[in-house]
């Protein structure tokens, strides 16, 4: 669970860094870089776990990283919705 929240709150902090004033289409690349940088970012953090006392890399995590990841773009399209108006 720790991954999930961690990961929505790191999706939804990176897509508002990068684009805040902009609103979430799927249809540009801008979205999909957002989430393959953290993917990539997941699966360094799951690789390097293996090296610490007391971690292991276990895929359950990457999953729930992965389900944070869509939980943080899904906030990200509901409040870019809500909070940036059409040009």
């Not at 957002?34 to 895929?59: M, N, P, W």
Request: glycine share 4%; charged share 15%; proline share 2%.
């Amino acid at each position: 669970i720790m991954h999930l929240i961690a990961f929505t709150i790191l999706t939804l902090l990176v897509w508002l860094a990068s684009s805040c004033d902009v609103k979430v289409n799927f249809r540009t690349p801008r979205p999909v870089i957002v989430c393959l940088i953290i993917v990539l970012y997941g699966i360094a953090d799951e690789f390097t776990q293996q090296y610490i006392a007391g971690r292991s890399c276990d895929f359950s995590d990457f999953c729930f990283d992965v389900m944070g990841i869509i939980l943080g773009m899904t906030a990200a399209v509901v409040i870019s919705r809500k909070f940036i108006k059409s040009v």
